[in-house]
């Protein structure tokens, strides 16, 4: 008896219930998707637009959200076109965009809906087909192309799509580009517009990956053929978990062929065989059993989320988060490959990189959540720029590369730091923890009341910054600390005097609290989380 379903939600949650008993159920959610006129709210968060398949993420919402963005650049607005840097509408058809998607279930249907409409606006457009999100910031500055839309929600469940959009940069598009989208779209949205589907006239395929393997050898802060040197003539195997998603095929055509080089999951599955495709702690367990099974001298492995903005780090010994591998990939390019410049981090990361700094006597900067806040420090003109921006949520990019995240070169430079020091990441670390300190991050939270989303949550909390200054002495643990640095460029980050920190910033979109702490000890965290968590229940008045 054929199941039927009034909303694309209700399949999705029958479907997801046993990826492969119902996977023919993705059907349904496709007729769902072309069929549902209903509007969403388009909101463009730290990384574009992100919905459910059929549900918000529908064909013509794609459609008003890309009728959206061709009308902000009709307009010629000059604060638009100087974000996107492009002098005029008559610019931007000229040089054009670059559309593609990542493995996703209807990814080229959705991407054909794209280029639809920029080519009946006379805006020139390639196709890239299934690309990473690096390939698309390297292939527009390749191209000298305007802009990329990459139809990718990034680690998010197989349920979701997502929209991003990239200016000339190459970077994520910053808020005086995505408050306009948002502006128009959400206008269309009131008002009920349907926008009819437009056939390309003609498909024009780009290989991105080709441009991003010139782009990474011009750029020079890998040396590509020191890691192939390092593959074709050392003791190791350097394991790759591509999570079935847009990075497959990609380290194969940038290394070669190699017996030393293992991948898993590559195989198309629009469903990640039913996990969350991201690059997690539990993700790790097939890139680990690889290395424990290996005799190899070196062990490296990694997983990728399916656009290839995030990576996560293992080797024999130890998983290695992004908040130690950015501190490590600092160390590495300032002192091996002798690149100047600061230390750049989202303010919920480790101070491992601050101490490394501190002894270099080299700034630290740090900035909100969301990677185009990198932006000022990337570009080559920055007075300050950095030799490595990184965020805790598995996101790097380093001096001279893209301005958006990149697990491509997150690996490569993995490599790369292991062939030339001669030691495996956990010992690497080992070093540098030995010489400038140890440090034990991690995050938390608490829920809180529903009605205190957003505004009423941050001025509530607002008041730990008033109350916890600079000098304040705070009990952790039964031991007398005190407050050496107060930073609130994203919540409350509370740096006492042994190092040792706590952040506590509320949700923007949920009812929750989160704490980012870093302890000296791993015995010290729990005594940190207890002083995060006692300090928002004061200042929520939950106590």
Same mark, same amino acid.
């Given at each position: 008896?054929?199941?039927?379903?009034?909303?694309?939600?209700?399949?999705?949650? &029958?479907?997801?219930?046993?990826?492969?008993?119902?996977?023919?159920?993705?059907?349904?959610?496709?007729?769902?998707?072309?069929?549902?006129?209903?509007?969403?709210?388009?909101?463009?968060?730290?990384?574009?637009?992100?919905?459910?398949?059929?549900?918000?993420?529908?064909?013509?919402?794609?459609?008003?959200?890309?009728?959206?963005? /061709?009308?902000?650049?009709?307009?010629?607005?000059?604060?638009?076109?100087?974000?996107?840097?492009?002098?005029?509408?008559?610019?931007?058809?000229?040089?054009?965009?670059?559309?593609?998607?990542?493995?996703?279930?209807?990814?080229?249907?959705?991407?054909?809906?794209?280029?639809?409409?920029?080519?009946?606006?006379?805006?020139?457009?390639?196709?890239?087909?299934?690309?990473?999100?690096?390939?698309?910031?390297?292939?527009?500055?390749?191209?000298?192309?305007?802009?990329?839309?990459?139809?990718?929600?990034?680690?998010?469940?197989?349920?979701?799509?997502?929209?991003?959009?990239?200016?000339?940069?190459?970077?994520?598009?910053?808020?005086?580009?995505?408050?306009?989208?948002?502006?128009?779209?959400?206008?269309?949205?009131?008002?009920?517009?349907?926008? %009819?589907?437009?056939?390309?006239? %003609?498909?024009?395929?780009?290989?991105?990956?080709?441009?991003?393997?010139?782009?990474?050898?011009?750029?020079?802060?890998?040396?590509?053929?020191?890691?192939? +040197?390092?593959?074709?003539?050392?003791?190791?195997?350097?394991?790759?978990?591509?999570?079935?998603?847009?990075?497959?095929?990609?380290?194969?055509?940038?290394?070669?062929?190699?017996?030393?080089?293992?991948?898993?999951?590559?195989?198309?599955?629009?469903?990640?065989?039913?996990?969350?495709?991201?690059?997690?702690?539990?993700?790790? %367990?097939?890139?680990?059993?690889?290395?424990?099974?290996?005799?190899?001298?070196?062990?490296?492995?990694?997983?990728? +989320?399916? +656009?290839?903005?995030?990576?996560?780090?293992?080797?024999?010994?130890?998983?290695?988060?992004?908040?130690?591998?950015?501190?490590?990939?600092?160390?590495?390019?300032?002192v091996h490959k002798g690149i100047q410049g600061i230390g750049v981090k989202s303010v919920g990361t480790s101070n491992l990189l601050n101490a490394i700094a501190e002894k270099f006597g080299i700034p630290v900067m740090e900035t909100k959540v969301g990677f185009k806040n990198f932006r000022p420090y990337m570009l080559k003109t920055a007075k300050e720029r950095a030799v490595v921006a990184f965020?805790?949520?598995?996101?790097?990019?380093?001096?001279?590369?893209?301005?958006?995240?990149?697990? /491509?070169?997150?690996?490569?430079?993995?490599? &790369?730091?292991?062939?030339?020091?001669?030691?495996?990441?956990?010992?690497?670390?080992? +070093?540098?923890?030995? &010489?400038?300190?140890?440090?034990?991050?991690?995050?938390?939270? /608490?829920?809180?009341?529903?009605?205190?989303?957003?505004?009423?949550?941050?001025?509530?909390?607002?008041?730990?910054?008033?109350?916890?200054?600079?000098?304040?002495?705070?009990? /952790?643990?039964?031991?007398?600390?005190?407050?050496?640095?107060?930073?609130?460029?994203?919540?409350?980050?509370?740096?006492?005097?042994?190092?040792?920190?706590?952040?506590?910033?509320?949700?923007?979109?949920?009812?929750?609290?989160?704490?980012?702490?870093?302890?000296?000890?791993? %015995?010290?965290?729990?005594?940190?989380?207890?002083?995060?968590?006692?300090?928002?229940? &004061?200042?929520?008045?939950?106590?």
């Amino acid at each position: 008896m054929a199941r039927e379903f009034n909303d694309a939600s209700s399949c999705w949650r &029958e479907i997801l219930s046993d990826v492969s008993g119902n996977r023919e159920l993705l059907s349904v959610v496709e007729k769902i998707a072309k069929e549902n006129l209903s509007p969403a709210k388009v909101v463009f968060g730290t990384s574009g637009w992100r919905g459910e398949i059929g549900a918000d993420f529908t064909f013509n919402n794609l459609r008003i959200v890309t009728s959206a963005i /061709i009308e902000m650049l009709k307009s010629n607005d000059k604060s638009v076109m100087q974000a996107m840097g492009v002098s005029g509408f008559d610019a931007v058809r000229r040089r054009g965009a670059l559309v593609g998607h990542d493995n996703r279930f209807l990814g080229p249907d959705f991407a054909m809906e794209v280029i639809g409409l920029l080519q009946k606006n006379g805006i020139k457009t390639w196709y890239a087909g299934e690309a990473a999100t690096p390939e698309f910031s390297a292939g527009i500055e390749m191209l000298n192309a305007v802009c990329s839309i990459n139809l990718t929600p990034s680690h998010n469940p197989a349920n979701y799509a997502g929209f991003k959009f990239n200016p000339s940069d190459g970077g994520p598009a910053g808020a005086e580009i995505t408050a306009r989208i948002e502006e128009l779209a959400n206008g269309m949205m009131k008002q009920s517009v349907i926008i %009819q589907p437009v056939k390309p006239e %003609q498909v024009e395929e780009i290989d991105l990956t080709s441009l991003y393997i010139r782009y990474i050898s011009e750029r020079k802060t890998l040396n590509i053929e020191r890691v192939r +040197d390092f593959i074709g003539k050392e003791d190791c195997i350097i394991c790759v978990d591509n999570v079935h998603g847009a990075t497959r095929g990609r380290i194969r055509r940038i290394l070669g062929e190699s017996n030393k080089l293992v991948y898993l999951r590559t195989e198309d599955d629009y469903l990640f065989g039913g996990i969350a495709p991201e690059p997690s702690e539990k993700n790790m %367990q097939g890139v680990e059993k690889i290395l424990r099974e290996s005799r190899a001298k070196f062990r490296l492995g990694v997983i990728m +989320d399916p +656009d290839g903005d995030r990576i996560r780090y293992a080797d024999a010994n130890m998983q290695i988060p992004m908040n130690y591998f950015g501190a490590m990939a600092f160390h590495f390019l300032h002192v091996h490959k002798g690149i100047q410049g600061i230390g750049v981090k989202s303010v919920g990361t480790s101070n491992l990189l601050n101490a490394i700094a501190e002894k270099f006597g080299i700034p630290v900067m740090e900035t909100k959540v969301g990677f185009k806040n990198f932006r000022p420090y990337m570009l080559k003109t920055a007075k300050e720029r950095a030799v490595v921006a990184f965020e805790e949520s598995d996101g790097i990019t380093a001096y001279n590369h893209t301005l958006e995240k990149d697990a /491509i070169f997150g690996l490569l430079l993995a490599i &790369e730091m292991v062939a030339v020091t001669g030691k495996n990441l956990s010992e690497y670390l080992k +070093d540098i923890m030995d &010489e400038f300190g140890h440090y034990y991050p991690d995050r938390s939270g /608490i829920a809180v009341d529903r009605s205190l989303v957003g505004e009423p949550l941050i001025k509530k909390l607002s008041v730990i910054s008033v109350q916890y200054k600079a000098g304040t002495e705070v009990i /952790i643990g039964g031991e007398k600390r005190t407050i050496k640095n107060v930073i609130t460029v994203d919540g409350t980050k509370l740096v006492f005097d042994d190092g040792s920190w706590l952040m506590i910033r509320p949700s923007g979109t949920e009812p929750k609290v989160r704490f980012y702490i870093e302890a000296r000890t791993e %015995q010290g965290k729990k005594a940190v989380f207890e002083t995060a968590e006692r300090m928002t229940k &004061e200042a929520l008045g939950m106590e």
